[in-house]
C-alpha cells in the first residue's frame, strides 16, 4: 500500500488565486512527521512547510499552510495568494517513528502546479 | 553560503562502468542521504548515513555503494550491477537535534546511460 498518496498529477490556479494540494498519508505509527517540498524545474528540492503528528495546530509558513486532518490522515497544503513563481513539481513526505539522527523520508508521486495569469 | 554541493550536475556511463557522484556539505550536519528520481515520480531512498563510517541501506540500495569517511562527504558509487541508472540522484542533509529537522537538498545530478 502507499504510505503517501497524492491523486492530482496536474493542477491550474489563477494568479492570486488560493490553490488546495491534496495528501494523505498512511501509517500506524502514533508519532510521525508531514513534509511538503517544492522542486522548481531546475530540480532542486525546497522545503516549504512541516507538520508534527502531536501539533495542535495546523502548521503555517507565510503564504503556505497545512490543512491537517489526522481521523481522516491528510495533509493538504494550501497556497495563498498564488505567484507565477509558484509553478513547480510539490511533494509530500512522510517520516515515520522518533527516530535518532536521521530522519527517513517517504515521497509521493507529487503535483505539478501550473499558476496562470 | 553554507549548502550541499552536488557534482557533475550531468553525467554519461557506459555499459559495465561504475561511476561516482559527489555530495559535499557544509552546513555541519551529521545525517547524509542518497535519493533517486525518476520521470514523473517521487523521490526514493538509496542509502543514508546517520555518522561518519556508519551508513544503512534504504529502500533501493541494490547496484549503488556508499561510503562516509568524512562528515562533509558522502559520495555515491553506481555500480555496474545497476542496470537501469538513468535518473536524477539527489543528495541531502539533516541536522541532528531533539526536534523533528528538514532536510536540506542538493541541485542533483542528471545520470544517463550511453
Known amino acids: 500500500a502507499q504510505k503517501i498518496t497524492q491523486t492530482q498529477p496536474g493542477m491550474f490556479v489563477q494568479e492570486k488565486e488560493a490553490v488546495t494540494l491534496d495528501c494523505t498519508y498512511d501509517?500506524?505509527?502514533?508519532?510521525?512527521?508531514l513534509f511538503w517540498y517544492k522542486q522548481p524545474s531546475s530540480g532542486e528540492m525546497i522545503f516549504l512547510i512541516y507538520?508534527?503528528?502531536?501539533?495542535?495546530q495546523n502548521a503555517t509558513e507565510g503564504r503556505y499552510s497545512l490543512n491537517f486532518q489526522k481521523a481522516r490522515k491528510s495533509a493538504n497544503l494550501v497556497i495563498s495568494a498564488s505567484q507565477l513563481g509558484d509553478s513547480a513539481m510539490y511533494f509530500c513526505?512522510?517520516?515515520?517513528?522518533?527516530?535518532?539522527?536521521?530522519?527517513?523520508?517517504?515521497f509521493g508521486t507529487g503535483t505539478r502546479l501550473q499558476v496562470t495569469l | 553560503d553554507g549548502g550541499i554541493t552536488q557534482s557533475p550536475k550531468y553525467l554519461f556511463r557506459k555499459e559495465g562502468q561504475n561511476v561516482t557522484l559527489s555530495c559535499e556539505q557544509n552546513?555541519?550536519?551529521?545525517?547524509m542521504y542518497w535519493y533517486r528520481q525518476d520521470p514523473g515520480q517521487g523521490l526514493r531512498l538509496i542509502y543514508y548515513?546517520?555518522?561518519?563510517?556508519?551508513?544503512q541501506k534504504g529502500d533501493i540500495a541494490e547496484g549503488y555503494s556508499v561510503s562516509r569517511e568524512k562528515k562533509e562527504s558522502f559520495p555515491l558509487t553506481v555500480t555496474s550491477a545497476q542496470k537501469n541508472p538513468t535518473a536524477f540522484y539527489l543528495c541531502?542533509?539533516?541536522?541532528?537535534?531533539?526536534?523533528?529537522?528538514?532536510?536540506?537538498f542538493g541541485d542533483g545530478t542528471r545520470l544517463s546511460i550511453l
Open positions: 541531502a542533509s539533516s541536522p541532528k537535534g531533539d526536534r523533528v529537522q528538514p532536510q536540506h
Open positions: 552546513l555541519n550536519h551529521d545525517a
Open positions: 548515513s546517520q555518522i561518519v563510517n556508519d551508513f
Open positions: 513526505a512522510m517520516r515515520e517513528g522518533n527516530t535518532g539522527t536521521a530522519s527517513k523520508l517517504t
Open positions: 501509517t500506524s505509527d502514533p508519532s510521525y512527521g
Open positions: 507538520q508534527g503528528s502531536y501539533d495542535q
